[in-house]
Nanobody, 124 residues
Framework: QVQLVESGGGLVQAGGSLRLSCAASGRTFSSYAMGWFRQAPGKEREFVAAISWNGGSLYYTDSVKGRFTISRDNAKNTVYLQMNSLKPEDTAVYYC?????????????????WGQGTQVTVSS
């Protein structure tokens, strides 16, 4: 069993930055691919970024490429999402997710664990 707890959300002006963290419990964190998703009001939950178990492979949705960076520290059981040049359209609840492979996370074909989410609000 793995529990995921997100933190780092908040209110920021357009152009600003935030760093989200997702702390995982359990000894098997390093065996999972990890991802970030977001859900804006009235919209479907969408993929944002994913990272392989060793950090060697990274995946991003087109709208965040060049602005967001996903990383992980397996010694700390934590995955991060550095968000720069934030835009009002980035406003959403951001969720952390764990799955067996990056492709299963990106495509949402298999996600074993979800976090509870953290709110990010970007003002114009």
């Amino acid at each position: 069993q793995v529990q995921l707890v997100e933190s780092g959300g908040g209110l920021v002006q357009a152009g600003g930055s935030l760093r989200l963290s997702c702390a995982a419990s359990g000894r098997t964190f390093s065996s999972y691919a990890m991802g970030w998703f977001r859900q804006a009001p009235g919209k479907e939950r969408e993929f944002v970024a994913a990272i392989s178990w060793n950090g060697g492979s990274l995946y991003y949705t087109d709208s965040v490429k060049g602005r967001f960076t996903i990383s992980r520290d397996n010694a700390k059981n934590t995955v991060y999402l550095q968000m720069n040049s934030l835009k009002p359209e980035d406003t959403a609840v951001y969720y952390c997710a764990a799955g067996p492979l990056p492709r299963t996370v990106v495509a949402r074909t298999r996600i074993d664990y979800w976090g509870q989410g953290t709110q990010v609000t970007v003002s114009s």
